[in-house]
């Protein structure tokens, strides 16, 4: 040992089970660990024993080789773990060899202290553990095991990596557990916050707007001046037929640019309005909203799907000024060779649906087909000038390309009226429902500046869910799903006005926005179905949180599973995409077409424009590869030249899917029975 000796540079001491554990380091590193034991004498204490150890084993030496060795010492350093007395022991020993000099007691890492290393702490590197300290390494560590102990399943990659920060950034490793176990410490849950923006706009007076005397009477009533993206619409050629693409936050006022120009339009004998929207639920309000609104001035009708509404009392009038409708309703019409007369105004609301698998091409094949029957009807008629498109949307990853895309001009209003604070807390499936329980009434027990209960909306992945969810809340509360009907969803939608209900539970029904002023959206699940969220989906369903005329700011918490998938064919895990979504970028709207999407969207341009088809195909926003469709169209027998077969008109009237056409129809020409057509096509889709 004596060129060890010789070379020391500190000796560490740390108590362990009424001896003194020590390990010498020269640069840095350690050289060997020893046992030290003392007995007090009449001269004070002194080294009684001294073992040299190497792993499980023990070496004796002469306690005087410790003396020589604290001797040639340039430092000295005891562990604060020691006890007080184990402290004043050692240094009282120490004193007597006239070493008091070179010892100092320092805060050290108890893990590393138990297992032979030196590892001095200080206050800005310690994290807390219990009632003691532990350095950053060991605080890992101790989290990683926690982890894997919580219940959830293994924390992966940027759930982990935020957990780990967080524990450093607050210095506590029992808070970062406790947030494991779904304690809502604010502190922790916090993720960011998105902040209240203003930009700058001169607000236009109504009354300087000029519009025909029934409307601008009515806009006069309500407002004295336009909103800041109302006066953008307006400053940049609403009224002057302009075709305009309008991106702005939820609660900003979009909505009322394509009701103007769209009324206004109808009261001056250019047309009537089509106001499009994605979903029965949100067809269902706008049209009740615009018989409130404009009832007195125009006659309102709804078109969803193949068929009338029932429920209301409410028949689709074609003749009518205004028609609201979902997508499909308005392309069934148009399949089907229905006149609507001359349109003067399409409204697309939630124009992002462009991007989606399944709605995206049939949207983008609705405003081709919609485009060519407004032309041909001003060719064959002097007096019709065709029509002006507003295209609406709360998120748009790439606004200038889609807005060139749709020959608009961009109106792009970033001003979100109230600030947005986003959570983020880990729980498993149970637990998730007891963390929400806890946020909705929290929040209902809140009031705003404005004089407002705080209301949630939560978001899940199953009607089953929502039904599941809202049964074990404490506060008032109702699901709400596009499975209910529609009286009992405006039961739901006025008492949630009214301030009687705490949440609404809800699928994406809700997403694409239905009118609930919720001042915090809470994310039971972070997929639709068996489908993880896009960051345009998320964005456009927290954006749901805080409305400026009622709530001092929005809250949205997510609650996360580790290591959960809702599907086998789900690839991430929810903590892995909780990450990506609240730090992703908006994803491009574009639209993609694979074979099914192409043959579905060209039978529908045969269907509408004959010999036009191509045009329809080429002016589309995706990249139709239309010659391989039309050679199937034409194996299958759906077409015959550029006119739809009585077949081929059942299918695309029907919205059939092509590919399941096909299926049956190779079935049916093989004599399949009716099981085994439908084992194929159940086949075909699980092959998908």
Same mark, same amino acid.
């Given at each position: 040992?004596?060129?060890?000796?010789?070379?020391?540079?500190?000796?560490?001491?740390?108590?362990?089970?009424?001896?003194?554990?020590?390990?010498?380091?020269?640069?840095?590193? *350690?050289?060997?660990?020893?046992?030290?034991?003392?007995?007090? +004498?009449?001269?004070?204490?002194?080294?009684?024993?001294?073992?040299?150890?190497?792993?499980?084993?023990?070496?004796? *030496?002469?306690?005087?080789?410790?003396?020589?060795?604290?001797?040639?010492?340039?430092?000295?350093?005891?562990?604060?773990?020691?006890?007080? &007395?184990? *402290?004043?022991?050692?240094?009282?020993?120490?004193?007597?060899?006239?070493?008091?000099?070179?010892?100092?007691?320092?805060?050290?890492?108890? !893990?590393?202290?138990?297992?032979?290393? !030196?590892?001095?702490?200080?206050?800005?590197?310690?994290?807390?553990?219990?009632?003691?300290?532990?350095?950053?390494?060991?605080?890992?560590?101790?989290?990683?095991?926690?982890?894997?102990?919580?219940?959830?399943? &293994?924390?992966?990659?940027?759930?982990?990596? @935020?957990?780990?920060?967080?524990?450093?950034?607050?210095?506590?490793?029992? *808070?970062?557990?406790?947030?494991?176990?779904?304690?809502?410490?604010?502190?922790?849950?916090?993720?960011?916050?998105?902040?209240?923006?203003?930009?700058?706009?001169?607000?236009?007076?109504?009354?300087? =707007?000029?519009?025909?005397?029934?409307?601008?009477?009515?806009?006069?009533?309500?407002?004295?001046?336009?909103?800041?993206?109302?006066?953008?619409?307006?400053?940049?050629? =609403?009224?002057?037929?302009?075709?305009?693409?309008?991106?702005?936050? +939820?609660?900003?006022?979009?909505?009322?640019?394509?009701?103007?120009?769209?009324?206004?339009?109808?009261?001056?004998?250019?047309?009537?309005?089509?106001?499009?929207?994605?979903?029965?639920?949100?067809?269902?309000?706008?049209?009740?909203?615009?018989?409130?609104?404009?009832?007195?001035?125009?006659?309102?009708?709804?078109?969803?799907?193949?068929?009338?509404?029932?429920?209301?009392?409410?028949?689709?009038?074609?003749?009518?000024?205004?028609?609201?409708?979902?997508?499909?309703?308005?392309?069934?019409?148009?399949?089907?060779?229905?006149?609507?007369?001359?349109?003067?105004?399409?409204?697309?609301?939630?124009?992002?649906?462009?991007?989606?698998?399944? @709605?995206?091409?049939?949207?983008?094949?609705?405003?081709?087909?919609?485009?060519?029957?407004?032309?041909?009807?001003?060719?064959?008629?002097?007096? !019709?000038?065709? %029509?002006?498109?507003?295209?609406?949307?709360?998120?748009?990853?790439?606004?200038?390309?889609?807005?060139?895309?749709?020959?608009?001009?961009?109106?792009?209003?970033?001003?979100?009226?109230?600030?947005?604070?986003?959570?983020?807390?880990?729980?498993?499936?149970?637990?998730?429902?007891?963390?929400?329980?806890?946020?909705?009434?929290?929040?209902?027990?809140?009031?705003?500046?404005?004089? !407002?209960?705080?209301?949630?909306?939560?978001? +899940?992945?199953?009607?089953?869910?929502?039904?599941?969810?809202?049964?074990?809340? &404490?506060?008032?509360?109702?699901?709400?799903?596009?499975?209910?009907?529609?009286?009992?969803?405006?039961?739901?939608?006025?008492?949630?006005?009214?301030? &009687?209900?705490?949440?609404?539970? +809800?699928?994406?029904?809700?997403?694409?926005?239905?009118?609930?002023?919720?001042?915090?959206?809470?994310?039971?699940?972070?997929?639709?179905?068996?489908?993880?969220?896009?960051?345009?989906?998320?964005?456009?369903?927290?954006?749901?949180?805080?409305?400026?005329?009622?709530?001092?700011?929005?809250?949205?918490?997510?609650?996360?599973?580790?290591?959960?998938?809702?599907?086998?064919?789900?690839?991430? %895990?929810?903590?892995?995409?909780?990450?990506?979504?609240?730090?992703?970028?908006?994803?491009?709207?574009?639209?993609?077409?694979?074979?099914?999407?192409?043959?579905?969207?060209?039978?529908?341009?045969?269907?509408?424009?004959?010999?036009?088809?191509?045009?329809?195909?080429?002016?589309?926003?995706?990249?139709?590869?239309?010659?391989?469709?039309?050679?199937?169209?034409?194996?299958?027998?759906?077409?015959?030249?550029?006119?739809?077969?009585?077949?081929?008109?059942?299918?695309?009237?029907?919205? =059939?899917?092509?590919?399941?056409?096909?299926?049956?129809?190779?079935?049916?020409?093989?004599?399949?029975?009716?099981?085994?057509?439908?084992?194929?096509?159940?086949?075909?889709?699980?092959?998908?």
């Amino acid at each position: 040992m004596s060129k060890q000796v010789q070379q020391v540079e500190t000796i560490f001491c740390h108590e362990t089970g009424g001896d003194y554990l020590l390990v010498v380091q020269r640069d840095g590193k *350690r050289l060997f660990r020893a046992k030290l034991g003392l007995s007090e +004498t009449s001269a004070g204490p002194r080294p009684a024993k001294f073992r040299l150890k190497d792993g499980s084993s023990e070496e004796p *030496r002469q306690p005087d080789e410790f003396v020589e060795l604290a001797r040639r010492a340039k430092r000295i350093r005891i562990s604060e773990q020691t006890s007080q &007395e184990g *402290r004043q022991e050692l240094t009282e020993m120490l004193s007597g060899y006239q070493l008091a000099d070179k010892v100092k007691t320092v805060r050290t890492c108890r !893990y590393c202290a138990s297992a032979g290393r !030196y590892s001095p702490i200080t206050t800005e590197t310690a994290v807390k553990d219990d009632a003691d300290w532990i350095c950053q390494d060991c605080a890992r560590r101790e989290l990683e095991r926690q982890l894997s102990y919580s219940g959830g399943g &293994e924390v992966t990659g940027a759930a982990k990596d @935020r957990l780990e920060d967080l524990m450093l950034e607050v210095q506590d490793l029992d *808070r970062i557990v406790n947030l494991l176990q779904g304690r809502l410490d604010p502190d922790l849950t916090k993720f960011d916050t998105i902040s209240a923006t203003t930009d700058e706009v001169d607000p236009v007076r109504v009354d300087s =707007l000029n519009l025909h005397p029934g409307l601008q009477g009515l806009l006069e009533d309500r407002f004295e001046t336009l909103l800041p993206v109302q006066s953008l619409a307006v400053e940049n050629g =609403l009224f002057d037929g302009e075709d305009q693409m309008v991106v702005s936050a +939820t609660a900003t006022g979009k909505t009322l640019v394509g009701e103007m120009t769209g009324i206004n339009r109808v009261l001056n004998g250019k047309g009537k309005m089509l106001f499009l929207v994605p979903l029965v639920a949100l067809a269902n309000q706008k049209h009740e909203d615009f018989e409130a609104e404009y009832g007195d001035l125009v006659d309102v009708s709804i078109r969803v799907g193949a068929s009338r509404i029932t429920d209301n009392g409410n028949q689709f009038d074609p003749n009518a000024d205004v028609i609201v409708g979902t997508y499909e309703g308005i392309d069934h019409a148009l399949r089907t060779g229905k006149d609507m007369g001359d349109i003067g105004t399409v409204v697309i609301d939630e124009v992002h649906t462009l991007k989606e698998e399944e @709605r995206g091409h049939r949207l983008d094949g609705l405003i081709s087909r919609l485009k060519h029957t407004c032309e041909r009807r001003a060719e064959r008629r002097d007096d !019709y000038h065709g %029509s002006q498109w507003v295209y609406l949307s709360a998120t748009v990853g790439n606004p200038e390309h889609l807005a060139g895309a749709l020959e608009s001009t961009l109106i792009e209003f970033e001003e979100r009226p109230v600030p947005i604070e986003r959570h983020v807390t880990f729980a498993d499936g149970q637990e998730k429902v007891r963390v929400a329980n806890k946020l909705v009434k929290r929040e209902f027990d809140t009031e705003s500046s404005k004089g !407002y209960r705080g209301q949630t909306i939560i978001f +899940t992945n199953s009607r089953r869910r929502c039904h599941e969810i809202s049964r074990k809340l &404490e506060y008032s509360s109702a699901p709400y799903h596009a499975g209910l009907d529609y009286k009992r969803r405006k039961t739901v939608e006025r008492q949630f006005g009214d301030q &009687e209900l705490s949440a609404v539970v +809800t699928t994406a029904a809700l997403a694409a926005g239905v009118d609930f002023p919720a001042s915090q959206v809470v994310f039971d699940s972070l997929a639709m179905g068996i489908e993880w969220l896009s960051v345009q989906e998320f964005h456009q369903m927290l954006g749901r949180a805080g409305r400026p005329d009622y709530h001092d700011k929005g809250t949205v918490y997510v609650l996360v599973e580790p290591d959960c998938a809702y599907h086998n064919s789900m690839e991430m %895990s929810e903590d892995e995409v909780a990450f990506t979504l609240l730090k992703g970028e908006m994803e491009s709207v574009m639209t993609h077409y694979d074979e099914r999407a192409a043959i579905e969207e060209t039978l529908a341009n045969i269907t509408v424009g004959g010999k036009a088809a191509k045009a329809l195909n080429d002016r589309m926003l995706g990249d139709v590869p239309t010659k391989h469709a039309i050679g199937k169209l034409l194996q299958y027998e759906f077409i015959d030249g550029f006119e739809p077969t009585p077949l081929g008109r059942v299918v695309t009237e029907h919205f =059939l899917a092509p590919d399941e056409a096909f299926t049956l129809l190779d079935g049916i020409r093989k004599d399949a029975a009716p099981a085994e057509l439908v084992a194929d096509i159940e086949l075909r889709d699980a092959e998908l």
